[in-house]
């Protein structure tokens, strides 16, 4: 794919990703979902905080609106609720504005299908076909066919009130910590967990267009875990900028990341019967001591490529019913067609609350092998990854850590990164190991 990788069309705002670019989406997607429809095609559409969502979200409802379809605004709102109204209200369609956890100027299209999932693979590549033709050729909407806008904050609140509901404790005299990421969440982490009776404590909830993923979120966990620690909170949650994933932190301020939290869930969820085929969906960077974890808890796994599109695919082909990645972003299948940030820290919250733990004790039987992961610019990704001294470096790497540790060496599907990852019985091994790939690299002349 020339534009979509695999979680939508990203870039720099401006630069890599233009106003034309989010218009002829719009052209595109308006004319080709009025032609599936006897009525007029309904788009709902939902933007993170950044800047530069604001022309996006203009851009792409004039292209749709031109080409006939009707456009709801969710406005500020988290990826999943974008899926959640596309599904439960009968929208063709469903676009989200956002860049997830990349820094505030760079941004995103990511494309919902009708049933809240990512749009389907043929239909990008019709996007991505059009978006390069040097002619508009498609028709213009006129007169009374023309589309329109409405405000549909509404959607939100109906999201809100479906995860509030299914909550199924009461979460009195719990303190909460949230860092919101000054992104999505903002608009909708605390007033769930207040509703739930919470004592709900919020750091970077003051979103200004410039400070989302700043230093703070998942992708910036420390603070969150200072935050735990100085306040005395129970439990703490991260969200990233568009809110489809989360991490926690324990009452000790200790990192729960995605890997833990899926054998929290895997396991509380083998218990009450509820984890079809007693099986989680995991990725390749997924940690050796998860599935160790798993494998003396009686629950299987299967590892798909990186990116949660691959997960819920398994998920859906399978009928599995819990899936994930290390970064958090976690998929309940029963409840959600993509990861969820919020309903996320539900689960957890409701793990704890059941079994009448603390987190620290529901993650004590799970041993992680320290792993490093080290992201190199690079100018060509497919030339670096096939270098012939680069592969022998790799099978180097690997023949000696045998079955103590593990390599992985790929290209990321939303930036100009070789992704260097090492899980070894040491901090000292791991570097020694990332080190000796990236040297090579360099010494090669791929990174930038």
């Known amino acids: 794919m020339k534009y979509f990788g695999t979680d939508g069309f990203r870039g720099k705002a401006g630069e890599k990703l233009t106003v034309n670019h989010a218009y002829r989406v719009g052209r595109f997607l308006g004319w080709y979902f009025s032609n599936k429809t006897d009525d007029r095609a309904r788009i709902v559409i939902g933007k993170d905080t950044r800047r530069s969502s604001y022309m996006f979200e203009d851009a792409l409802s004039a292209g749709l609106t031109a080409s006939g379809a009707d456009v709801y605004l969710l406005h500020v709102t988290p990826t999943p609720s974008v899926s959640y109204v596309v599904r439960t209200e009968g929208f063709d369609c469903g676009i989200m504005i956002s860049a997830s956890h990349n820094p505030y100027y760079d941004n995103g299209i990511k494309l919902i299908n009708g049933q809240g999932q990512k749009l389907e693979e043929s239909l990008t590549e019709l996007i991505e076909e059009y978006i390069d033709r040097e002619k508009d050729d498609l028709p213009f909407a006129t007169g009374a066919d023309i589309g329109r806008t409405v405000d549909y904050s509404i959607g939100r609140h109906r999201y809100i009130g479906y995860l509030i509901s299914l909550a199924k404790r009461s979460f009195n005299n719990i303190t909460v910590a949230l860092d919101c990421s000054n992104g999505s969440a903002s608009t909708i982490a605390k007033g769930v967990f207040d509703a739930l009776g919470a004592k709900t404590l919020v750091i970077h909830a003051e979103p200004s267009g410039t400070n989302i993923n700043d230093n703070c979120g998942s992708t910036h966990i420390e603070g969150l875990k200072e935050f735990v620690k100085s306040t005395g909170a129970d439990i703490g949650f991260a969200f990233d900028g568009d809110a489809d994933r989360c991490l926690c932190v324990d009452e000790n301020g200790n990192l729960v990341d995605g890997d833990m939290i899926m054998y929290i869930c895997g396991c509380y969820m083998k218990e009450r019967g509820k984890l079809n085929s007693d099986t989680v969906v995991t990725t390749v960077m997924s940690n050796l001591g998860l599935y160790k974890a798993f494998d003396e808890a009686g629950i299987r796994y299967e590892k798909t490529a990186v990116g949660d599109r691959f997960v819920y695919e398994n998920m859906v082909n399978n009928n599995y019913s819990l899936g994930g990645e290390q970064s958090g972003h976690i998929i309940f299948a029963k409840y959600a067609a ?111």
Do not use: F, W
Not at 385 to 391: H, K, R, W
Not at 419 to 440: P, Q
């Open 338 to 448: 993509t990861g969820d940030g919020v309903l996320t820290a539900l689960m957890v919250m409701e793990a704890m609350l059941e079994k009448k733990c603390k987190v620290s004790e529901l993650i004590k039987d799970v041993h992680i092998y320290p792993q490093l992961l080290v992201n190199l610019s690079v100018e060509d990704k497919k030339a670096a990854l096939t270098d012939e001294d680069v592969v022998k470096a790799a099978k180097q790497v690997e023949e000696e850590l045998a079955d103590n540790g593990r390599l992985l060496l790929r290209e990321s599907g939303t930036e100009p990164l070789i992704r260097i990852m090492v899980e070894a019985e040491s901090d000292e091994l791991c570097k020694k190991y990332t080190d000796m790939i990236a040297d090579v690299l360099k010494q090669k002349g791929h990174v930038v």
